[in-house]
């Protein structure tokens, strides 16, 4: 996984990546991507300060794809990851 602000996350391009990413990954949420249309990031957050974020806006400008995330007590109470879904189509080369 990648360290960013307290966050870690890490982009899943398959259904078999995470797979195998969540027999190593004990709180993982349950993923129905179609990954023919779709990736997916994967955040967990490290500490109570960033405990309930969630994604508000994601967009690309360029060649840069930023994930925009706000806290919502109420989202996600019982665990430290989130998965956000996207499109393909934003999808950035390394």
Known sequence: ?????????????????????KTKVFSLPECET???EN??????MENVS????VPYKIYDENDTLYVGLIK??????N???IIIEIP??????K
């Open 34 to 36: 179609n990954f023919n």
């Open 39 to 44: 990736f997916i990031l994967v955040t967990m």
């Open 50 to 53: 960033t405990q309930y974020l």
């Open 1 to 21: 996984m990648t360290y960013f602000n307290n966050i870690y996350y890490k982009q899943i391009n398959s259904l078999e990546e995470y797979n195998e990413f």
């Open 88 to 93: 393909k189509s934003l999808q950035k080369v």
């Open 79 to 81: 665990s430290n990851a």
């Open 72 to 77: 919502d007590a109420s989202a996600n109470p």
